[in-house]
């Protein structure tokens, strides 16, 4: 497996619980990289720029809101296959689906309010951290 770098974002909803150091604490102690942080509140443009790929959906209003709707803290975060490990520690997509042990699983309850983002592929992420990063990546 390569080493990859990916975008993870603690959503609004996890900045507001007190969440950030607990995500940060279980990528570190996976054995993951912290390669760049930063605690923003992301324009509408951004957000509807990140979640592109979900233009035609119905709940995607809701989800720029969301995402729009306070504090969030953006990650590089990077290791030997950084993108799919993420995405298991995330846990999937609905809370109610995750796994316990993952950070949806142990956290949330709402698709919609799901605490993490973590991009889903080498293409994501890299277009994703251009995004939040674009200075650096
Ligand atoms: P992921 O965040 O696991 O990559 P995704 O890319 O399919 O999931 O969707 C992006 C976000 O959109 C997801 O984290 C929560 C929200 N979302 C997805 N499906 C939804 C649905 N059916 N209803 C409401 N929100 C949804
Ligand atoms: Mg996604």
């Given at each position: ?54 233009r ?20 590089c ?5 950084a ?55």
């Amino acid at each position: 497996v390569a080493t990859e770098r990916t975008l993870i974002l603690v959503k609004p909803d996890g900045v507001q619980r007190g969440l950030v150091g607990e995500v940060i604490a279980r990528i570190e102690r996976k054995g993951f990289r912290l390669e760049a942080l930063e605690l923003r509140t992301l324009e509408r443009e951004k957000a509807e720029e990140h979640y592109a790929e979900h233009r035609e959906r119905p709940f995607f209003g809701e989800l720029v809101a969301f995402i729009t709707s306070g504090p969030l803290v953006a990650l590089c975060v990077s290791g030997e296959g950084a993108i799919a490990g993420m995405r298991t520690l995330m846990g999937a997509t609905n809370p109610l689906d995750a796994t316990p042990g993952s950070i949806r699983g142990d956290f949330a309850t709402e698709i919609g309010e799901n605490i993490v983002h973590g991009s889903d592929s080498p293409e994501s992420a890299e277009r994703e951290l251009g995004i939040f990063f674009p200075d650096r990546f």
